[in-house]
Nanobody, 123 residues
Framework: QVQVVESGGGLVQAGGSLRLSCEAS????????MRWYRQAPGNQRELVAR???????NYADSVKGRFTISRDNAKNTVYLQMNSLKSEDTAVYYC?????????????????WGQGTQVTVSS
């Protein structure tokens, strides 16, 4: 079964740090872009950070300079290092990955989501 699974959330004080992990089980798929989103109560889900298979990154303005996305392609895992956390970072964080299976013609493309991991920052 192809899926992505997040871990690493929790409760932290403002100014603290957390590292989220997301591991993809991919079968015959290759993984392209991997992304972290978050959704706070009453808000829409927003893109936090993105990393391509080559390692290029993009960040939401609200997290630039505080969050770092990285990936370990050998482990099919993407990380989100979150430093200088603020109360407004409190949300459920979701991992999303673009995958393609080129054993099919045309290639089969999927974009699975994880179940989410709660991050709570206390002020």
């Amino acid at each position: 079964q192809v899926q992505v699974v997040e871990s690493g959330g929790g409760l932290v004080q403002a100014g603290g740090s957390l590292r989220l992990s997301c591991e993809a089980s991919k079968s015959t798929f290759s993984i392209n872009d991997m992304r972290w989103y978050r959704q706070a109560p009453g808000n829409q889900r927003e893109l936090v950070a993105r990393i391509t298979s080559a390692g290029s990154t993009n960040y939401a303005d609200s997290v630039k300079g505080r969050f770092t996305i990285s990936r370990d392609n050998a482990k099919n895992t993407v990380y989100l290092q979150m430093n200088s956390l603020k109360s407004e970072d409190t949300a459920v964080y979701y991992c999303n990955a673009d995958m393609v299976d080129r054993t099919y013609y045309p290639p089969r493309r999927i974009s699975p989501w994880g179940q989410g991991t709660q991050v709570t920052v206390s002020s």
